[in-house]
Every structure is written in C-alpha cells, then in structure tokens.
C-alpha cells in the first residue's frame, strides 16, 4: 500500500494489482485497511482478517532507530508508518500470519526493535549483492506463514 498524493494533493491508499491477484489465488481476498490513530478500530481491523501484509513505500523516519536522516532517505507518509507499526505490534500479539515486501520488512524488523542501514550503496563499496543481503538480514527476525496455510492455520512463530 502506497501512500501518497498523485493527483489533487489527496493521499490515495493503494495496492498494486499482482499483489492482490497473488492473495486471491491462494484462496484470499485482499483488504485495503484505511490508516487510523483509533486503537479500537485497529483492533477491530485486525480481528477480522487472516493474515497482514505490509507492503513496499518510501523510508521509515530514521528515528525509529536512533539515527538522523540520509540525504537520500525519502520518508513515508507518517500516519501510514505509526498504522503499520500499530498493526504490527497487534499481529504479533496475536500470532497473525504477516508479510512485509520491502518497506514492509523493513518495518517488521524495526518494530521489533532492529535497525536498518538507510542507504546501502555507501556500504562496501556499493556492490549489489550486499543489498540483497541486508534485506535478508532485516527479515531474519520473523518466519512468514506460507500464504496458502493462512486460511486454515496460524503458524506463525518467532524463528528463535
């Protein structure tokens, strides 16, 4: 989900359609939850579905980790960063299956306390490969639920 103002200043909530086709073929339907600061309807959000996925955007606020910002750090839409880390934090309190892509991952990872680097071609040199890397590495942390299962089990679990 993409936060953002393309046309007319409106933020618009979105969902890129291969995301939502993969979610239906395995049995689901994609639920686009609009951001809210009213914990009692983030409870109620999160009551009512399945599984959670947290998908690509800009760059979560460096603060989150104890770091000021990159030049090149883009930062999210903030409400859109306080609702993922809400919903996060609710997901895991309830063992729900969860998935994040990119940004999403990265969230994942520092809601849960870690850190990120925020621009990884200054590091070593800026070969590709540490890219992937590090985005393996903040993804460590949790073990995804296979999309298909989330129907018919919760098996979510810290990978420790």
């Known amino acids: 989900m993409d936060v953002g103002a393309p046309d007319e200043n409106r933020k618009v909530l979105e969902l890129p359609a291969d995301y939502a086709a993969r979610i239906f073929d395995a049995g689901g339907m994609a639920v686009l939850l609009p951001c809210t600061h009213d914990a009692g309807i983030r409870d109620e959000m999160i009551g009512s579905i399945d599984g959670l996925l947290v998908p690509g955007g800009c760059d979560l606020d460096p603060r989150l980790y ?3 910002k990159h030049a090149a750090t883009r930062l999210t839409d ?6 993922d880390l809400a919903m996060l934090a609710l997901a895991e309190a309830r063992q729900l299956p969860t998935l994040g892509i990119c940004l999403g991952c990265q969230t994942m990872n520092v809601q849960r306390r870690g850190t990120l680097h925020q621009h990884l071609p200054e590091l070593q040199g800026g070969r590709s490969n540490i890219a992937r890397r590090a985005i393996a590495a903040t993804c460590t942390t949790w073990k995804f ?9 919760c098996a979510w679990r810290n990978c420790r």
């Not at 903030?78 to 609702?83: L, Y």
């Not at 639920?145 to 089990?153: E, F, K, L």
């Open 145 to 153: 639920a296979p999309v298909r299962t989330w129907r018919r089990h």
């Open 78 to 83: 903030k409400d859109r960063q306080d609702f």
């Open 66 to 68: 104890g770091q000021a």
